[in-house]
């Protein structure tokens, strides 16, 4: 996990943002914008989705600002917000993930047939398309699982960091990550097989 | 089999790196014989290295620009409620006036009604007086023929109660 800002600068401009100054909100805008946006981005998978997700993060993060204990640390709580703001946009827009998976038989049953696998042009399109389906089937897991996974293997958080910024123990975060392995493996394992 | 169980656990935390030494040692003793668990693992390898490759674009300046516009527009509407609510507040006429209306509906029924009793009532003592009048006036007055000297009499009697001396 990145660090916007270092702790003597972020101490000082939380303390502007309390005192109700704009132009500090700005900066802490500036500063966290690309770290929240991956979040975003990663829970919500299109960047309209993303955009709206971070503006309501950073508009209670500045309604809220006074409710920030500063013996943790700013990152976490900003992110936690992030996330917590993903998860609320997700259930209201109540997406279905629809996994697609190439079908192996047409529409009246007959196999359809598959190209030579060999050739890396096809090689190339099958792992676009294996991208596509792995980024459904994350949109599809459970909500921990899926939180945990992406915080850990799109915004490269650590399970400690994980851990802070949902506030559970390191132990549950592997849980979920391991559940999430396993759920994507049994999804996604006879694709890979092929 | 029954180490396959244990290790199958392991494999995830050896693929992302997240094991000690002696335990990355043992499940990579463990994947060179099994070829299950060696199958498991490379799965969960794909998934991963595609999971990490498929990273958040880096958005346009246009981007940030839609978004920064957008969040002053949010926040200074989600700031107004709390801004109006500070204010003094104005009285609301709507109510006032909604009572008031009310209020002189009624006033103007009841007065009417009032009204309506007491000229019903003067009435009745006119047509009582007038009766009484009809009645003390000289009944060899024939109706029809005289009518003017019968209401010279009626007036006449009135006049005589108006100066009784």
């Known amino acids: 996990m990145r660090q916007a ?71 976490t709580w900003f992110y936690r917000i992030v996330v917590n703001c993903s998860l609320d946009y997700l259930r209201k827009r109540r997406v279905r993930s629809n996994i697609n998976f190439r079908p192996l038989t ?28 792995i980024n459904n089937c994350i949109a599809a897991l459970p909500e921990k699982q899926k939180t945990c996974f992406i915080l850990k293997h799109q915004s490269g958080f650590s399970c400690e960091e994980i851990a802070g910024t949902l506030g559970c123990s390191m132990s549950t975060v592997k849980v979920h990550l391991f559940r999430a392995v396993k759920n994507l493996q049994g999804k996604l394992g006879p694709y890979i097989a092929k | 089999m029954l180490r396959c169980f244990f290790y199958r656990r392991k494999i995830y935390e050896y693929v992302g790196s997240g094991l000690s030494e002696p335990d990355k040692a043992k499940v990579k003793q463990h994947l060179l014989v099994c070829d299950s668990c060696r199958q498991r693992a490379e799965e969960i390898k794909a998934i991963i290295n595609s999971a990490e490759e498929a990273l958040a674009p880096e958005p346009s300046d246009d981007f940030w620009h839609d978004f920064k516009t957008g969040l002053d527009r949010k926040l200074n509407s989600a700031l107004l409620p709390q801004f109006e609510s500070g204010r003094r507040k104005a009285p609301r006429l709507r109510p006032v006036i909604a009572y008031a209306t009310a209020f002189v509906i009624v006033l103007a029924i009841s007065t009417h009604l009032y009204l309506y009793r007491l000229s019903a009532i003067n009435g009745e003592a006119a047509l009582v007086n007038e009766a009484a009048l009809i009645d003390e006036v000289n009944p060899d007055v024939p109706l029809g023929q005289g009518e003017d000297a019968y209401i010279e009499e009626i007036n006449l009697i009135y006049l005589l109660d108006s100066n009784p001396a």
Do not use: P
């Not at chain 1, 990663?42 to 204990?69: C, H, P, S, T, W």
């Open chain 1, 106 to 133: 047409d529409e009246e049953g007959r196999e359809i047939e598959v190209a030579d696998l060999d050739s890396e042009g096809h090689r190339q399109v099958l792992q676009e398309e294996f991208r596509h389906c």
């Open chain 1, 5 to 75: 800002l270092d702790r003597e600068k972020e101490k000082a401009l939380i303390e502007r943002l309390k005192d109700g100054e704009r132009a500090a909100f700005d900066d802490l805008v500036e500063s966290y914008r690309s770290m929240g946006f991956s979040i975003a981005y990663n829970m919500a998978g299109n960047l309209e989705d993303a955009k709206d997700i971070l503006q309501d993060a950073f508009i209670k993060v500045y309604l809220n600002i006074r409710k920030y204990r500063e013996a943790g640390s700013f990152s």
